[in-house]
């Protein structure tokens, strides 16, 4: 079965910086992973995803997420945080199946 | 278009009682998923159905919890005899189903705040 890995409960970083969640996960066969946001008093939002192709991919809010295969990593980037960043972050994967396994969440706190 | 809804936003409830929660796909979405987020947890899979086809229940955590879908469209997922442990919040989720189904991202609705005292 899938899982994923947030190694990190808590980031900070101060408006203006470069930010990056991290995520892990291990699956068999190919992965397909998802970020997605969830702010406060709100549902998850989903952000980007990788299916194929371009290692890069980008999303919603000026975010983007490399899938490193060798590392088995897809990490959350953005290069200059907002504030209104701040939220709780999930990543999530999801095999030759329809089981999408979610990580526990980072939170992303942004101070201006 | 309209998103995922679900019904009651807070549910407040005594040990022992059933309750039962509502969920409202976007329409035209033929996947539909349940999950359950407790308070500085992750996400915690429950139950998914597709189409016709017979639900995955192998998130579902005990007996107590089940789960229908009618008409391939809305939700209820019911927990019997709650417990304090089933305090959390109940997310629901939606997606396309196409020929390649694990490439759809998930809408989720507001989710349902269960408070069992």
């Known amino acids: 079965a899938q899982s994923v890995a947030q190694p990190e409960d808590q980031v900070n970083v101060a408006e203006g910086n470069p930010l990056t969640v991290k995520c892990t996960y291990s699956?068999?066969?190919?992965?397909?992973l998802f970020w997605y946001v969830q702010y406060p008093n709100r549902g998850l939002q989903f952000l980007l995803k990788?299916?194929?192709?371009?290692?890069l991919v980008k999303g919603s809010y000026g975010f983007e997420a490399e899938f490193n295969k060798s590392q088995t990593s897809f990490h959350l980037k953005k290069p200059s945080a907002l504030v209104s960043d701040s939220a709780l972050y999930f990543c999530a994967v999801r095999a030759n199946n329809n089981d999408m396994r979610f990580g526990a969440g980072t939170r992303l706190t942004v101070k201006p | 278009g309209a998103g995922v809804s679900q019904s009651p936003s807070n549910k407040v409830t005594e040990k022992g009682k059933d309750v039962e929660l509502r969920c409202d796909p976007i329409s035209g979405h033929t996947a539909l998923y349940w999950y359950r987020q407790s308070l500085g947890q992750g996400l915690e899979f429950l139950i998914y159905f597709q189409g016709n086809s017979a639900p995955d229940k192998s998130g579902l955590p005990s007996d107590r919890f089940s789960a229908e879908r009618t008409g391939g469209s809305v939700s209820t997922l019911t927990i019997q005899r709650t417990q304090q442990e089933d305090s959390a919040v109940y997310l629901c989720?939606?997606?396309?189903?196409?020929?390649?189904?694990?490439?759809?991202?998930?809408?989720f609705g507001p989710g349902t705040r269960l408070t069992v005292t």
């Open positions: 699956v068999s066969g190919n992965p397909y």
């Open positions: 989720a939606s997606s396309q189903r196409g020929g390649l189904a694990v490439y759809y991202e998930q809408y």
């Open positions: 990788y299916i194929t192709g371009d290692n």
